[in-house]
């Protein structure tokens, strides 16, 4: 006789509740209160959106990689002027997003008055989803482009061992009659929490995803997670931008590359102590149209000629619905979360 399968029970909360219980557990686990804001608005903003593997997946990592030590919960970025188009910050081996925080609105300000300004982390630590880091600059009419870049896990193409992180890249823009138009990619064939959500839930990648720990392609999300690795996407051409982000997010920032920190003395240690690059432009300083008007335009003939979705729709639809509905979890995981935040 067979078992009758189980389905997994879940349960509605409310962004704001999350949010709550996000500061919550990164506050219980050594974030100071301005850390653990930020962090729980970033991960909330993801669960929301349906990116689950950079939501409150994300969660345990962030705890233990506290409580291991390896990164600082308390660190106050410090935000230096050095150009009139260009701020640097050091993280002070904290968090990414505390960084930028601290950073946006001199980095605003540039933008509006140069037409175009860089922002440069150095020594800080990025473990989630990089549209959040960009999608606000569009909705305030800017252009925003930002890279990333991650712990050694993706074998260059040619090569024969592993060298890259996962290095996303992210862009968002204006358009004049709907949300902005936003992607952030992995230059990996798959984003590693995919990898480590489909080894979790028994499942399978997709073909040319990634290698075992002999170097043989495999759809085995354990084998690429213990000993393996992941490949880039598109072969030459996605390696290629993704030593273009280890320059640009560590080479240029001061930041470590992908395979220069060693958290070997953490155990309990995932996030990767690396750099990030953003580049924001005031389009209202070009010579051209509307870019707001131009960018709706470009998505007007992107539909004309037979696209049924843009990047970031699927998202909008998540958030729309999440506002409506407030956001799913499994019941049993929000009980995780809830047991987190007792301590």
């Known amino acids: ?20 219980l996000l500061k919550d557990i990164f506050s219980r686990h050594g974030a100071s209160p301005e850390v653990a804001r930020v962090l729980a608005d970033n991960c909330a903003r993801a669960e929301r959106d349906g990116a689950h593997s950079h939501g409150v997946f994300r969660i345990p990592g962030y705890v233990s990689t506290l409580d291991s030590g390896w990164v600082n919960g308390q660190a106050v970025p410090v935000v230096e002027d050095v150009a009139s188009g260009f701020v640097r910050v050091d993280a002070a081996n904290g968090f990414a997003q505390p960084a930028l925080a601290a950073a946006r609105p001199l980095l605003v300000a540039k933008a509006r008055s140069a037409g175009i300004a860089v922002l440069a982390i150095r020594n800080s630590h990025h473990f989630a989803a990089l549209w959040p880091d960009v999608e606000p600059f569009a909705e305030e009419g800017l252009v925003a482009l930002s890279v990333v870049n991650s712990m050694t896990c993706v074998v260059p193409h040619g090569a024969d061992r592993p060298l890259f992180g996962t290095n996303p890249i992210a862009f968002a823009a204006p358009r004049a009659d709907g949300p902005p138009i936003v992607f952030d990619l992995a230059t990996s064939a798959i984003a590693h929490g995919d990898v480590q959500i489909a080894a979790r839930q028994g499942e399978r990648v997709p073909p040319g995803t990634g290698v075992d720990s002999l170097g043989q ?16 996407f598109g072969g030459h051409k996605g390696s290629a931008l993704s030593m273009m982000v280890e320059l640009l997010a560590a080479a240029l920032t001061g930041g470590n590359f992908s395979f220069e920190f060693d958290w070997s003395n953490h155990p309990g240690a995932k996030t990767p102590w690396t750099g990030q690059l953003l580049i924001v432009i005031d389009p209202s300083k070009t010579a051209g149209q509307d870019f707001a008007q131009r960018s709706q335009e470009l998505v007007r003939q992107m539909h004309a000629a037979g696209l049924r979705r843009l990047p ?5 639809r998540t958030r729309a619905n999440a506002e409506r509905e407030g956001i799913r979890l499994d019941g049993d995981e929000l009980a995780r979360l809830r047991e987190l935040a007792r301590g």
Do not use: N, W, Y
């Open 312 to 316: 970031g729709d699927r998202r909008h």
């Open 1 to 20: 006789m067979s078992a009758t399968p189980t389905t997994a029970v879940t349960t509605s909360i409310g962004f704001t509740e999350l949010v709550t």
């Open 217 to 232: 392609p495999t759809q085995d999300p354990k084998a690429i997670l213990e000993g393996g690795a992941l490949l880039p």
